[in-house]
């Protein structure tokens, strides 16, 4: 087979296959029928990126790229040999605290003792000076003494609570390093599918640097641009169906979930000239996540396609935009 042939046929194929799109939405190979939008779009889902909160060494990956996950599947292990002597040191800390405020409570009690023998001579000093059996001199050396007692016994006290807010320091040090050591297990936030494996083991990544990206397979739609004259007419919640190149004798409902407040013009990945001419706006039509789920290991985003928008709830669906994906299809 020469290579013009080969060539000639695989354009025929393609040709086939849109035509195949365009016959399945509309009736009688016309156009759509009243109340219904169109427009070309590619299956998409939300990355999540997998990244620890804080700088380290990379222990463990356990996801491959392409690979399947749930949520709450254990990803990455982060290396912990620093965070943990860390924590050692940040509980002696906290020992040491209490130490010191065991130390500044004694003291406390000592001083106590002394402002209280400084309060009682003092007010003997008091008595004994009203009747004039002390001189003035003496008088003032007790009061002095008996207000020195009481300072010292203010600056015991003072240390007591120093010694109370170190230990709060230090035990919220313990619980940062502690909340550190269990965010360096990394988990899946979503079910999702691994994307790309970004890090290895033994690499050291930043804060926040990502190890995986994960494509949530929670959140899967498809955006389309329709001008104006449709957009302005949908509301959110609108029925859609989602037909897809590869499948192109079947529909996928959806509904739509987002329309953009803004038009602008169409993206450079619209085909036509004429379409990318056009302000629109932009339209996500999204997939409910029951049908997801059950669906979840045949799930690939790029998948291209178009979305059927029906404007008017009155309007009933074409025959062909109703045929489901067959469970039997996937078995």
């Given at each position: 087979?020469?290579?013009?042939?080969?060539?000639f046929?695989a354009?025929?194929?393609?040709?086939?296959?849109?035509?195949?799109?365009f016959?399945?939405t509309?009736?009688?190979?016309?156009e759509?029928?009243?109340?219904?939008?169109?427009?070309?779009?590619?299956?998409e889902?939300?990355?999540?990126?997998?990244a620890?909160t804080?700088?380290?060494?990379v222990?463990?990956v356990?996801a491959a790229e392409g690979s399947?996950?749930?949520a709450?599947d254990?990803?990455?292990?982060?290396?912990?040999?620093?965070l943990?002597?860390a924590?050692?040191?940040?509980?002696?800390?906290?020992?040491?605290?209490r130490?010191?405020?065991a130390?500044?409570?004694a003291?406390?009690?000592?001083?106590q003792?002394?402002?209280?023998?400084a309060?009682?001579?003092?007010d003997?000093?008091?008595?004994?000076?009203?009747?004039?059996?002390i001189s003035?001199a003496v008088f003032?050396?007790r009061?002095?003494?008996?207000?020195?007692?009481e300072?010292?016994l203010?600056?015991?006290?003072?240390?007591?609570?120093?010694?109370?807010?170190?230990i709060?320091a230090?035990?919220?040090?313990?619980?940062?390093?502690?909340?550190q050591i269990?965010?360096?297990?990394l988990?899946?936030?979503?079910s999702g599918?691994v994307l790309?494996?970004l890090?290895e083991?033994?690499?050291?990544?930043e804060?926040?640097g990502?190890?995986?990206?994960l494509?949530?397979?929670e959140n899967?739609y498809?955006e389309?641009?329709?001008?104006?004259r449709?957009a302005?007419?949908l509301?959110?919640?609108a029925?859609?169906?989602i037909?897809?190149?590869?499948?192109?004798?079947?529909?996928?409902?959806?509904t739509?979930?987002f329309?953009?407040p803004?038009a602008?013009?169409?993206p450079?990945?619209v085909?036509t000239?004429?379409?990318?001419e056009?302000?629109?706006f932009?339209?996500?039509?999204?997939?409910p996540?029951?049908?997801?789920?059950s669906r979840?290991?045949?799930?690939?985003?790029g998948?291209?396609?178009?979305?059927?928008i029906?404007?008017?709830?009155?309007?009933e669906?074409?025959e062909?935009?109703?045929?489901?994906?067959?469970?039997?299809l996937?078995?």
């Amino acid at each position: 087979m020469t290579k013009s042939v080969r060539i000639f046929i695989a354009m025929a194929a393609l040709l086939l296959t849109g035509v195949a799109v365009f016959l399945l939405t509309s009736e009688n190979g016309d156009e759509l029928p009243a109340g219904f939008a169109r427009g070309n779009g590619r299956i998409e889902a939300e990355q999540v990126e997998i990244a620890p909160t804080i700088a380290g060494r990379v222990a463990k990956v356990m996801a491959a790229e392409g690979s399947l996950v749930k949520a709450g599947d254990a990803l990455v292990e982060m290396d912990t040999d620093e965070l943990a002597a860390a924590l050692d040191r940040a509980k002696a800390q906290v020992a040491l605290a209490r130490q010191t405020k065991a130390e500044s409570e004694a003291v406390v009690v000592q001083r106590q003792s002394e402002q209280r023998r400084a309060e009682h001579e003092y007010d003997r000093a008091a008595a004994l000076l009203a009747g004039q059996n002390i001189s003035e001199a003496v008088f003032e050396e007790r009061e002095t003494s008996h207000q020195v007692a009481e300072a010292v016994l203010g600056a015991a006290k003072a240390r007591v609570a120093t010694a109370d807010s170190q230990i709060a320091a230090a035990e919220a040090g313990v619980r940062v390093i502690e909340a550190q050591i269990e965010d360096s297990s990394l988990f899946a936030p979503v079910s999702g599918r691994v994307l790309y494996r970004l890090a290895e083991p033994a690499e050291v990544v930043e804060a926040g640097g990502p190890i995986l990206t994960l494509l949530s397979l929670e959140n899967v739609y498809m955006e389309v641009f329709l001008p104006a004259r449709e957009a302005g007419l949908l509301p959110i919640g609108a029925e859609a169906r989602i037909v897809l190149d590869a499948l192109p004798d079947y529909a996928i409902p959806a509904t739509v979930t987002f329309i953009s407040p803004e038009a602008q013009f169409t993206p450079k990945q619209v085909e036509t000239m004429d379409e990318r001419e056009q302000l629109v706006f932009r339209v996500r039509v999204r997939i409910p996540e029951e049908l997801i789920a059950s669906r979840i290991e045949h799930v690939k985003t790029g998948l291209r396609g178009i979305a059927v928008i029906r404007i008017n709830a009155s309007t009933e669906w074409p025959e062909a935009l109703e045929r489901r994906i067959p469970p039997e299809l996937f078995e």
